[in-house]
């Protein structure tokens, strides 16, 4: 079955300083990947995914994430972080359109002043 | 605005009783899942449903009933609540609109006394 990695639980990081949020699967076949994003009381939104064609996948906030199918992983960055980015972040698989979506652990962004 | 609602927003119980979760949303679209949030486990598939009258078992489904009588609603039953299902718990159903695109209810927070 597939998996997925969430290696850090919590990671601080400076206002306007670049941020990397890891995520690692684990998988036999092919897989879609995506990003959800969760802000303080609310329930979770897409935030990018990756379903073929170009491995690097971008948000409309300025997040962007590579699917590297030799290291399995499908890392998060974005090279500016905003207060607004506090949030916490999970990296989710899936196998095929029908099947469930699993979810890592979760990653809380702490964004310093 | 139409979308996935949940409720009670709060509950609390007490171990033995039973307690049902529900969640309703407007799109009338196929799939509908429960998932809970706990600090240090993310988020888990408790249970999902393809259609109407067809289930199936996530991540961990012990201790919880589900039941899709009509493709709207999706209500989620603890049977005799324990304290280890004191959680936050998400509804979320797939539009159809895009792989991966879950749209997600604002949570039902249940804790159990």
């Known amino acids: 079955a597939q998996s997925v990695t969430q290696l850090d639980s919590q990671v601080p990081v400076f206002e306007e300083a670049p941020v990397e949020l890891r995520c690692n699967y684990s998988?036999?076949?092919?897989?879609?990947l995506f990003w959800y994003v969760q802000y303080p009381n609310q329930g979770l939104q897409l935030l990018l995914k990756?379903?073929?064609?170009?491995?690097l996948v971008e948000s409309i906030n300025g997040f962007e994430a590579e699917f590297n199918k030799s290291q399995t992983s499908f890392h998060l960055r974005k090279p500016s972080v905003h207060i607004s980015d506090t949030a916490e972040y999970f990296c989710?698989?899936?196998?095929?359109?029908?099947?469930?979506?699993?979810f890592g652990k979760g990653t809380r962004l702490h964004i310093l002043p | 605005d139409a979308g996935i609602t949940q409720s009670p927003r709060y509950k609390i119980t007490e171990t033995g009783r039973q307690v049902t979760l529900m969640c309703h949303q407007t799109?009338?679209?196929?799939?509908m899942f429960w998932y809970r949030q706990d600090l240090g486990h993310g988020l888990r598939l408790i249970y999902y449903?393809?259609?109407?009258?067809?289930?199936d078992k996530g991540e961990v489904p012990d201790g919880y009933v589900v039941s899709r009588s009509k493709t709207e609603n999706f209500p989620l039953t603890l049977e005799s609540a324990t304290r280890s299902q004191t959680s936050v718990y998400f509804c979320?159903?797939?539009?159809?609109?895009?792989?991966?695109?879950?749209?997600f209810g604002e949570g039902s927070r249940l804790t159990v006394l």
């Open positions: 989710a698989v899936s196998l095929n359109r029908d099947d469930k979506i699993i």
């Open positions: 998988s036999s076949v092919s897989v879609y």
């Open positions: 990756y379903l073929s064609g170009s491995t």
């Open positions: 799109w009338s679209h196929s799939y």
């Open positions: 449903s393809a259609a109407a009258d067809i289930t």
């Open positions: 979320a159903t797939d539009r159809g609109l895009a792989i991966g695109e879950l749209f």
